[in-house]
């Protein structure tokens, strides 16, 4: 029947309760079995003790009930602990619990002499439990409770229903019905005294808790998103404490650097960036309050060889009451951003000399072609001796000469897509080798070798990307001046090409050779008009494969060691699948 009165009432309470506040409960019920157990065994046991030394018998009627009573709360102990996970409403159980606690307390204050025993504090105990697990209602009704089987306990006892057991009073009663009264009266105020208290501590102890928790569900979340925050931007940010030791490396630091934060926890910021050394003067001190932060740029070195070239921002880093706890270092990849700077630079370069190139070419076109035509009507109409044709025939090579060199300025300055079509990659190679092959000096002395993928679409004007091609394949055979291998791969990739920095599909074509290579210091100048180490040549031949890459809105990288070789990727916007030709005609 208690248990029942005890479910309706707290039902709703216990339908609240949370995983987080089940498994607190839990543990607050297992502190109350372990204390019962305690004081039962203390209490008791001491009691049991001292009734032995005045007892020969360890059988005696208050002493059976005593072993009785210390048998049932283990029992019931053990099976509380072996039921307690599987249960679902821990409100009824806490209640049965309780019930059965106050139902054991009466007994033993039955067993102990009824009015007499020294046990009734334990009512109080029992309150105590149930205003601090069950709050107000639960303090209340067991107070109710209490106040019930211990009034009822006396007055069974007085009108002689029931004896204790252990009582000096057995036979007579020498106390008076407004004793009974007085004392039922006492303990009953008592009871509910103490359960009000009990309560009132325990609300404000549930409110403060609960207050604590929002306030730390609140911390907990703002920290979270701090984290997010730090953790998701983009730029790498380390803190350094006061002896120049990392304390903190976000993710995007470690992708840029490659190390992780259990590797530099700790560990000196010089050791992974050995350039601060030299920039002492970057960290701030407290009295650089008003600073702006300290912006510079510096190269680095990855574990794996690949060279980055990273901005740095610092600034001291402070509590909240401005104490100062370090440094914070933000650094960017600017890797890229040099690159396109440096792409952009070359594109204007070439712009203004291929201005240039146009204006002289188009002004020295015309008098080298009446130059030419005067030769050559000279030439066909005086009689020659052998010495003068001879140089007739050295001033005709060289005005062609001089009009190849202005048709490559006219080639560098508008390279144009007019005649722009689709057309398979491996053909254009394969005719520009074949083109190759035909000279013996070189197709005796070099190996080529071809890895190329099978129809590969893309469009460009064929005759120009041939022109392209030849320079690099002629570069790269001039390389080779004791021989050496050509190699030439066509695979398709995803690269980024456009202005936006946006993925397209297209394809790369890797022209590379087994020759000298190209030192370091020239590589940022090979693309150069007029720029070559050749004893030959006017240098044009690169600055025009460029050129004409650009126009087709591709990219040329290169990469090259001296004495290893050099390396040239072609990337190239491929074809649609819905804009490709499926017959055998084809450029």
């Known amino acids: 029947m208690w248990s029942n009165i005890f479910s309706k009432i707290f039902h709703t309470q216990g339908k609240s309760v949370g995983e987080d506040i089940r498994e607190e409960f839990i543990k607050r019920l297992h502190w109350l079995m372990f204390y019962r157990v305690i004081v ?12 032995l030394r005045q007892t020969p018998s360890y059988f005696t009627p208050s002493l059976i009930h005593l072993y009785i009573l210390i048998f049932t709360v283990y029992f019931l102990t053990f099976v509380y602990i072996l039921i307690i996970n599987k249960l679902k409403d821990l409100v009824l159980f806490t209640s049965l619990q309780i019930m059965l606690d106050i139902l054991l307390i009466t007994f033993l204050i039955y067993s102990t002499g009824g009015r007499e025993s020294v046990f009734t ?28 089987l211990y009034g009822g306990l006396l007055d069974l006892e007085y009108y002689g229903v029931i004896h204790p057991v252990y ?30 208290l009990s309560s009132l501590l325990s609300e404000q102890t549930r409110k403060s808790r609960k207050e604590l928790k ?15 925050i730090v953790q998701s931007i983009s730029s790498g940010l380390l803190t ?9 490396f976000n993710k995007a630091a470690e992708e840029i650097t490659g190390y992780s934060l259990s590797q ?24 650089d309050r008003d600073h702006p932060p300290f912006r510079f740029e510096s190269g680095f070195k990855k574990e794996n060889g690949d060279t980055l070239y990273l901005g740095f921002s610092t600034s001291p880093l402070r509590d909240s009451e401005g104490n100062e706890l370090g440094n914070i270092v933000i650094f960017q990849d600017l890797t890229r951003f040099k690159e396109m700077e440096k792409h952009i630079k070359m ?41 003068d044709e001879r140089l007739m025939d050295i001033a005709m090579r060289e005005t062609e000469r001089l009009n190849s060199l202005i ?31 035909c000279r013996p000096e070189w197709s005796k002395k070099i190996k080529t070798m071809q890895n190329i993928s099978k129809n590969v679409q893309i469009e460009v004007d064929p005759r120009q990307l041939r022109q392209a091609l030849w320079n690099l394949f002629v570069n790269a055979i001039q390389a080779m001046p004791q021989g050496g291998e050509l190699k030439i791969d066509v695979e398709e990739a995803a690269h980024e090409l456009d202005s936006r920095d946006q993925a397209k599909d297209c394809i790369k074509i890797g022209v590379s050779d087994t020759g000298l290579g190209i030192p370091k210091d020239h590589l940022d100048k090979i693309f150069d008009p007029f720029f070559t180490t050749k004893d030959e040549g006017a240098g044009m031949g690169l600055a025009i494969t460029y050129r004409i890459i650009e126009s087709c809105q591709g990219k040329i990288v290169v990469n090259s060691e001296v004495g290893q070789g050099t390396s040239f990727s072609i990337f190239l916007p491929v074809v649609p699948e819905e804009n490709r030709f499926h017959n055998g005609d084809y450029s």
């Open 167 to 196: 009582s000096k009073s057995l036979e007579s009663k020498d106390y008076q019905s407004a004793d009974l009264i007085y004392s039922i009266l006492v303990n009953i105020i008592a009871f509910y005294l103490v359960a009000f």
């Open 240 to 248: 350094i404490d006061l002896d120049g030791n990392v304390v903190f």
């Open 407 to 437: 048709t490559d300025f006219m080639l560098f300055a508008q390279p144009g897509l007019a005649n722009k079509e689709i057309v398979h990659i491996d053909r254009i190679i394969g005719d520009t080798l074949d083109e190759l092959i």
């Open 347 to 387: 594109v204007d370069r070439l712009a203004a000399v291929g201005r240039l190139a146009a204006g002289m070419a188009h002004e020295m076109r015309n008098p080298l072609a009446s130059l030419s035509g005067s030769i050559q009507v000279l030439k066909d109409g005086l009689e020659l001796d052998e010495r």
């Open 214 to 228: 929002e306030k730390q569900f609140d911390l907990d979340r703002l920290e979270t998103l701090n984290r997010n």
């Open 264 to 287: 530099v926890y700790l560990s000196k910021a010089e050791e992974i960036f050995p350039f601060l050394k030299e920039r002492k003067g970057i960290f701030r001190r407290p009295s």
């Open 40 to 51: 039962i065994t203390l209490l008791l046991g001491t009691t049991i003790i001292v009734q």
């Open 121 to 148: 504090f334990m009512y109080i105990l029992s309150i105590i439990t149930a205003s601090i697990l069950l709050y107000k209602k639960g303090g209340v009704i067991a107070a109710s409770v209490c106040s019930i």
